[in-house]
């Protein structure tokens, strides 16, 4: 059985590069894309088995944030593995991630190879 994936990426053009890229290399994945908080939420109402949840923290001006929308995710899909991405990770933001019980903050561009990494091993 495959395991589920949910990518949530607001930025088209990188949702499409991450399609691509994520197929490639991670073959034991099944990937759904949202472009938003929204879209991601109507999505997990009919999954009963996501395995991981890879968000943007930023999702966009007045949007959900990756962190809360994980905590809503996370209700519905406990067992859920959470990998927040960014273009800015810092220790502040690190540090919020671990405080909300989420391990994986990783950044988005830099760090696409560790997050592909931490898909084949979840």
Request: proline share 3%; glycine share 4%.
């Amino acid at each position: 059985m495959r395991k589920i994936a949910l990518i949530v990426e607001n930025n088209p053009l990188f949702r499409r590069f991450l399609e691509d890229i994520l197929r490639q290399n991670c073959p034991a994945y099944d990937f759904i894309f949202a472009e938003s908080a929204g879209s991601a939420m109507q999505i997990t109402e009919q999954l009963s088995d996501l395995r991981v949840l890879v968000s943007d923290h930023n999702l966009g001006a007045g949007q959900t944030n990756g962190f809360e929308l994980a905590e809503q995710i996370k209700t519905r899909h406990p067992q859920v593995q959470i990998i927040i991405i960014s273009s800015s990770v810092d220790e502040a933001l690190s540090a919020e991630a671990k405080q909300r019980g989420i391990l994986h903050c990783v950044p988005k561009f830099n760090g696409l190879y560790e997050w592909i990494s931490l898909l084949n091993i979840l």
